[in-house]
């Protein structure tokens, strides 16, 4: 990968990064965790248990999502300052420019990727 691909992966990602970490934010009022959010929405809540359960497993399903995409892109990151982005982690092959640009933190070729899924 040159330096220019480079650098543009790595600012698209940087970007992803800061953009995720704003709306985590927005959504929890500030640097609360989803956990004591959830925990005061529900506090005095009028809903049924059911309901409860059911926003509170939500919320807790969101969190893991963000936390997980948080760290692919990280991930991403550490490949660029190694050397290794653009290289499937399994495989060891390019993994192809288009795909990189559709999925910046991607990790893995489509081969792999499927094969992981």
């Known amino acids: 990968m ?3 691909h480079a650098l543009a992966h790595k600012q698209q990602l940087e970007k992803m990064r800061a953009e995720l970490l704003a ?4 959504q929890r009022g500030g640097k609360l ?10 506090a005095h809540s ?9 926003a509170r497993d939500l919320e807790f399903a969101l969190n ?3 936390t997980a995409e948080l760290a692919a892109i990280d991930h991403a990151l550490q ?3 190694d050397g290794t982005y653009g290289q499937c982690v399994d495989c060891d ?8 640009k559709a999925a910046p933190e991607a990790a893995r070729c489509i081969h792999c990727q499927e094969k992981a899924e």
């Open 33 to 42: 965790s989803r956990a004591d959010v959830a925990a005061e929405h529900f």
């Open 93 to 100: 092959t390019t993994i192809p420019e288009a795909r990189l």
């Open 64 to 66: 893991e999502h963000e």
């Open 2 to 4: 040159n330096a220019q």
């Open 23 to 26: 709306q985590i934010a927005e």
């Open 79 to 81: 490949r660029l300052s």
């Open 46 to 54: 009028e809903d049924s248990d059911a309901q409860v359960n059911t």
